[in-house]
């Protein structure tokens, strides 16, 4: 008789989809030879598809079509998803409506434990910590989709001059957000609510710092095209000596793409547009607090740098200016949760190693499994994400097919007999659960209404979709309220 493999997927974003993607079409459900598979997919969004729906810039809307993939996975008859539930001992506190399950619950009703529960927490700078002056790049993110975490509405009609520091694409998404007409962002999917806080804001220039210079961009050429094509807004024109590189530098056939971009500027031109926008390389914040002048709010201390040579890291100068401002928006990257069970405090991310989890001494733990940003950090794209989360796939079914001779091709041991700060001595998979049945609680979660399954995620995105087209765009999100009470009435 095949084995039974029953897996659990804490997290619901694009690692897990493809995690369970590769698994289901690997394992054929038609074959009587094949191990007996069940996926079940745990998430504390109330809707699937983590970074996609609530991380992806609304006007990218090409970006989302990987939720075609998803959603044909999620068609699988062995598939389950429970969406509003936060794996932990403790409540969450980013959301507080989150159904909890303790992981012990879910140990012990699988065989095997992946988690893809991404980075949820923004990497701070230690120089200017969150404040009534600044503030983390995923709350303006996660305010703009509509994000379950409920983040505050940014004060756009109070201020004129916003800086963001860090020089990545989410710096850029935000920029173009914030710099781009509400009559042409009204089509995409950003909430009524947004737009019009969009279009009482007064700010007039974005100033977007960098430690390093144009040839250390994180942001793709992509990105940098879309703000040089910005019709309401145009760049500050670089000062030349920007461009001047030590003798002998290289640059790839991507850095001398963005230094021509760069050097021709923006298609508006400077001078002709009442919105402004800025690249300020080679600076380090060093101090943020209240403004001695009434023309702005805040004073950012900026050190100037220079590149060590030899390491390539941004070195203070003995050179500081001082930029007025309104805001500064901190986009540093992104960081796994300290409360999740397995972190590494050393990395920012899981214990894990070939997509294994470890004990604290480093042993792999058996059937036990971490993907994506959870595993690797905040790193790559989309395509990235699919690879590793195939390349994980194909370890858990490597260790599902020798389950029975045990030829698993590394020595592993159970959770319990190297344990970590979250888990007891007893806690490990179950290596003979109920072959169907989702934890009780959750079957608690699904009669008291809140816990959300992947019909319910199709009925509300119909929803969304039907409120959209009456309103001339592509969806109308909700958040948790009225997509309960929606379902509630659907019922």
Same mark, same amino acid.
């Given at each position: 008789?095949?084995?039974?493999?029953?897996?659990?997927?804490?997290?619901?974003?694009?690692?897990?989809?493809?995690?369970?993607?590769?698994?289901?079409?690997?394992?054929?459900?038609?074959?009587?030879?094949?191990?007996?598979?069940?996926?079940?997919?745990?998430?504390?969004?109330?809707? +699937?598809?983590?970074?996609?729906?609530?991380?992806?810039?609304?006007?990218?809307?090409?970006?989302?079509?990987?939720?075609?993939?998803?959603?044909?996975? @999620?068609?699988?008859?062995?598939?389950?998803?429970?969406?509003?539930?936060?794996?932990?001992?403790?409540?969450?506190?980013?959301?507080?409506?989150?159904?909890?399950?303790?992981?012990?619950?879910?140990?012990?009703?699988? *065989?095997?434990?992946?988690? @893809? !529960?991404?980075?949820?927490?923004? !990497?701070?700078?230690?120089?200017?910590?969150?404040?009534?002056?600044?503030?983390?790049?995923?709350?303006?993110?996660?305010?703009?989709?509509?994000?379950?975490?409920?983040?505050?509405?940014?004060? #756009?009609?109070?201020?004129?001059? %916003?800086?963001?520091?860090?020089?990545?694409?989410?710096?850029?998404?935000?920029? /173009?957000?914030?710099?781009?007409?509400?009559?042409?962002?009204?089509?995409? &999917?950003?909430?009524?609510?947004?737009?019009?806080?969009?279009?009482?804001? !007064?700010?007039?220039?974005?100033?977007?710092?960098?430690?390093?210079?144009?040839?250390?961009?994180?942001?793709?050429?992509?990105?940098?095209?879309?703000?040089?094509?910005?019709?309401?807004?145009?760049?500050?024109?670089?000062?030349?000596?920007?461009?001047?590189?030590?003798?002998?530098?290289?640059?790839? /056939?991507?850095?001398?793409?963005?230094?021509?971009?760069?050097?021709?500027?923006? =298609?508006?031109?400077?001078?002709?547009?009442?919105?402004?926008? $800025?690249?300020?390389?080679?600076?380090?914040?060093?101090?943020?607090?209240?403004?001695?002048?009434?023309?702005?709010?805040?004073?950012?201390?900026?050190?100037?740098?220079?590149? &060590?040579?030899?390491?390539?890291?941004?070195?203070?100068?003995? /050179?500081?200016?001082?930029? @007025?401002?309104? #805001?500064?928006? *901190?986009?540093?990257?992104?960081?796994?949760?300290?409360?999740?069970?397995?972190?590494?405090?050393?990395?920012?991310? %899981? /214990?894990?190693?070939?997509?294994?989890?470890?004990?604290?001494?480093?042993?792999?733990?058996?059937?036990?499994?971490?993907?994506?940003?959870?595993?690797?950090?905040?790193?790559?794209?989309?395509? !990235?994400?699919?690879?590793?989360?195939?390349?994980?796939?194909?370890?858990?079914?490597?260790?599902?097919?020798? $389950?029975?001779?045990?030829?698993?091709?590394?020595?592993?041991?159970?959770?319990?007999?190297?344990? $970590?700060?979250?888990? $007891?001595?007893?806690?490990? +998979?179950?290596?003979?659960?109920? +072959?169907?049945?989702?934890?009780?609680?959750?079957?608690?979660?699904?009669?008291?209404?809140?816990?959300? =399954?992947? &019909?319910?995620?199709?009925?509300?995105?119909?929803?969304?979709?039907?409120?959209?087209?009456?309103?001339?765009?592509?969806?109308?999100?909700?958040?948790?309220?009225?997509?309960?009470?929606?379902?509630?009435?659907?019922?």
């Amino acid at each position: 008789m095949p084995p039974l493999a029953k897996l659990a997927i804490v997290g619901g974003g694009p690692s897990a989809f493809y995690v369970a993607s590769r698994l289901l079409s690997l394992v054929p459900h038609t074959d009587p030879a094949s191990p007996s598979l069940r996926v079940h997919m745990f998430d504390r969004l109330w809707a +699937p598809h983590g970074l996609v729906r609530y991380g992806v810039a609304p006007d990218h809307p090409e970006v989302k079509n990987c939720t075609n993939k998803f959603d044909q996975t @999620a068609a699988d008859p062995r598939f389950r998803f429970f969406g509003n539930v936060h794996v932990g001992t403790a409540p969450s506190a980013s959301i507080p409506h989150a159904f909890p399950v303790p992981l012990c619950s879910i140990l012990q009703n699988y *065989t095997h434990v992946l988690f @893809a !529960t991404g980075c949820t927490l923004s !990497t701070l700078h230690p120089a200017i910590p969150p404040s009534s002056y600044c503030t983390p790049a995923l709350s303006l993110v996660h305010w703009y989709t509509r994000h379950p975490s409920n983040p505050p509405t940014p004060a #756009l009609d109070k201020i004129t001059h %916003l800086t963001l520091i860090g020089n990545g694409n989410v710096s850029l998404d935000i920029a /173009r957000i914030l710099l781009t007409s509400p009559s042409v962002l009204k089509k995409y &999917d950003i909430p009524e609510h947004v737009l019009d806080v969009l279009s009482r804001s !007064t700010l007039r220039h974005v100033s977007i710092v960098g430690r390093r210079g144009p040839l250390e961009v994180a942001f793709t050429n992509k990105e940098l095209r879309e703000m040089m094509h910005l019709p309401d807004a145009s760049m500050v024109p670089l000062d030349p000596s920007t461009f001047t590189f030590p003798r002998g530098t290289t640059l790839s /056939r991507q850095q001398r793409r963005a230094i021509e971009l760069l050097q021709k500027g923006s =298609q508006s031109q400077f001078g002709g547009t009442k919105k402004t926008w $800025s690249l300020d390389f080679y600076r380090m914040p060093t101090a943020l607090g209240p403004s001695r002048s009434s023309t702005a709010l805040a004073e950012l201390n900026l050190a100037h740098t220079h590149l &060590d040579p030899s390491t390539g890291r941004a070195v203070p100068t003995d /050179r500081t200016s001082i930029l @007025a401002t309104s #805001l500064v928006v *901190t986009s540093l990257g992104f960081r796994v949760d300290p409360t999740t069970a397995f972190y590494d405090p050393s990395s920012s991310h %899981l /214990r894990a190693r070939g997509g294994r989890l470890l004990s604290e001494s480093g042993i792999p733990l058996r059937n036990m499994y971490a993907s994506g940003w959870s595993a690797n950090g905040a790193k790559g794209v989309l395509a !990235t994400t699919m690879m590793d989360a195939y390349a994980v796939a194909d370890t858990i079914l490597s260790d599902i097919v020798f $389950s029975n001779t045990g030829n698993v091709d590394v020595e592993t041991v159970p959770a319990a007999e190297h344990g $970590s700060d979250a888990l $007891s001595d007893t806690l490990m +998979p179950n290596p003979n659960p109920h +072959p169907d049945d989702p934890p009780e609680e959750i079957e608690r979660g699904l009669k008291d209404g809140l816990v959300t =399954q992947y &019909d319910d995620w199709n009925s509300i995105s119909g929803e969304e979709v039907r409120r959209g087209e009456l309103l001339g765009k592509e969806r109308e999100r909700m958040d948790w309220e009225d997509a309960r009470n929606f379902l509630s009435l659907s019922r």
